[in-house]
């Protein structure tokens, strides 16, 4: 099982990382033919990316330029750990892990369309906790979460709070956080120790989780995928209301609190995908509490953006609502984002002061969303990716000095290659950037 599984990573590595030649050798017995018509070659992608570090505009321009880039069929796009030729669906540890030991998550019944029947709650190293969120007279509502166990807490410098994404898979994501974690500690330069940091993951789960029983009863739970733009809490009964993003900033006071981590010093809140595009809106929209030089946000592959303004250049496309939140600043909010962007003068000062970090994979370039708001943004992530960047530039004149990008080499819309790329690594575990 394992051996067949490090098989299949070596396949999807040629395979995405393909160059000419090993493109070309396979074009009579499958589609991805077309891959070398619309990806740059790792060569180039390895050039753009190293530019990204030094010059993330420059880099966004010439993403831009790759042939192609541009059109979205989704036919041609290696997306999430599929080897393309079987649709094997494959995890495994990166080529550049240094020997670092990759653990597989746990699994749970149930599907995020359908609804989960239960949280996991035996995984390797990490705990499934419930924390307070609310109390109303003799009644309490709380918020599930997956912590790393037995912390030191006398020990913990750092924390990281990791959203799951589209899947609600919060148990997966701690787990893949956990072997990113692995992986920075085998860069000496990094300088990332073991047992210093505090991993967590709020659980978001839903209505349908909630029906299909995976919730206890005094467990909160939001509509959909409501959670991702701020939306509120829907139960338990007396505890609706209560914003997706309250919920974050109750884990970062509890990462924060120094009776309970007194050497702790930054926060990083983390997320790929669905997750990612909550991180970009909840960086934007965080309340001000005074601690914001302690808290950083990575924002890995989101598939939309909150716009700044009511400026688009990625299509000619238009519809009446492309501004909308949560897509632009017009609008119905929800009522997190309401309160805090009444004035767009104060909000674009206290997001330009924030330390942002995107990392954009350049095969991420297919998984087409047919939402207008979205297409508005550009045809596929990465491109949306590079204009955003472009954006950034014009909404502050210039790119602020706290927002920073990466975009990763033959990585697609993979969300543990991308927590675990070496700019991913540097922002999320290192402290020498805080
Ligand atoms: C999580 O729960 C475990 C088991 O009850 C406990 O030992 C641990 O201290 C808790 N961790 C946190 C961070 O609350
Ligand atoms: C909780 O409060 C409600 C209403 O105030 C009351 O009727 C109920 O008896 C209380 N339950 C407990 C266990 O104290
Ligand atoms: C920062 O966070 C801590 C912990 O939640 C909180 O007590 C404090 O009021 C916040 N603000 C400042 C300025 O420290
Ligand atoms: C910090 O943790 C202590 C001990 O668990 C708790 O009593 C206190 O209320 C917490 N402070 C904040 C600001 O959450
Ligand atoms: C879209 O259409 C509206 C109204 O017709 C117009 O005001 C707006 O500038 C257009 N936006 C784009 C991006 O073309
Ligand atoms: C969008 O295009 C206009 C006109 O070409 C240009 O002035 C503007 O700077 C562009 N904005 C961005 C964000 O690229």
Redesign the pocket.
């Known amino acids: 099982m394992v051996k067949l599984s490090v098989v299949a990573a070596m396949a999807i590595l040629l395979v995405t990382c393909a160059q000419g030649k090993q493109v070309r050798a396979r074009t009579e017995s499958s589609s991805e033919h077309v891959l070398i018509a619309r990806q740059a070659s790792c060569k180039t992608q390895r050039s753009i990316a190293k530019l990204s570090v030094s010059n993330p505009v420059a880099a966004a321009n010439r993403v831009l330029e790759i042939k192609n880039v541009m059109d979205a069929d989704a036919n041609s796009w290696i997306g999430q750990n599929e080897v393309p030729d079987d649709n094997v669906v494959t995890e495994f540890q990166v080529p550049w892990s240094r020997g670092a030991k990759f653990e597989f998550s746990a699994n749970t019944l149930g599907t995020y369309g359908t609804g989960y029947l239960s949280l996991p709650w035996i995984l390797d190293g990490y705990s499934l906790n419930r924390s307070v969120i609310a109390t109303k007279g003799n009644k309490t509502a709380k918020a599930p979460f997956y912590v790393n166990s037995n912390l030191n807490h006398e020990k913990i410098k750092r924390a990281v709070i990791i959203l799951p994404g589209q899947w609600r898979d919060s148990w997966n994501f701690i787990n893949l956080l956990g072997n990113a974690y692995r992986v920075a500690q085998k860069y000496p330069e990094l300088d990332v120790e073991p047992d210093e940091l505090l991993m967590l993951s709020p659980v978001l789960f839903n209505q349908k989780d909630h029906a299909a029983g995976a919730l206890k009863s005094n467990e909160i739970y939001f509509k959909d995928s409501g959670w991702f733009v701020g939306g509120t809490t829907r139960g338990p009964s007396g505890f609706e209301g209560i914003s997706s993003y309250t919920v974050l900033d109750h884990f970062v006071r509890f990462a924060l609190n120094s009776t309970q981590f007194p050497n702790l010093n930054h926060v990083v809140v983390v997320g790929h995908s669905m997750g990612a595009q909550a991180v970009m809106r909840y960086s934007l929209l965080r309340k001000s509490d005074g601690n914001d030089s302690r808290i950083s946000y990575w924002v890995g592959n989101p598939g939309s953006f909150l716009y700044l303004n009511d400026?688009r250049?990625a299509t000619t496309s238009n519809c009446s609502s492309y501004n909308d939140f949560p897509y632009g600043l017009e609008g119905k909010f929800t009522k997190y984002a309401r309160s805090e962007a009444k004035d767009t003068s104060s909000l674009l000062r206290r997001f330009k002061n924030r330390r942002v970090h995107y990392s954009f994979g350049m095969d991420d370039n297919g998984g087409q969303s047919d939402q207008c708001a979205v297409t508005t943004q550009g045809p596929n992530r990465v491109s949306r990716g590079a204009?955003w960047i472009?954006?950034l530039?014009?909404?502050f004149d210039g790119l602020p000095q706290s927002h920073t990008a990466d975009f990763a080499t033959c990585i697609s819309h993979q969300d543990y290659p991308m927590l675990a790329h070496y700019q991913a690594l540097k922002f999320i575990f290192s402290s020498q950037l805080d």
């Open positions: 400026q250049n204009f472009k954006h530039v014009s909404v």
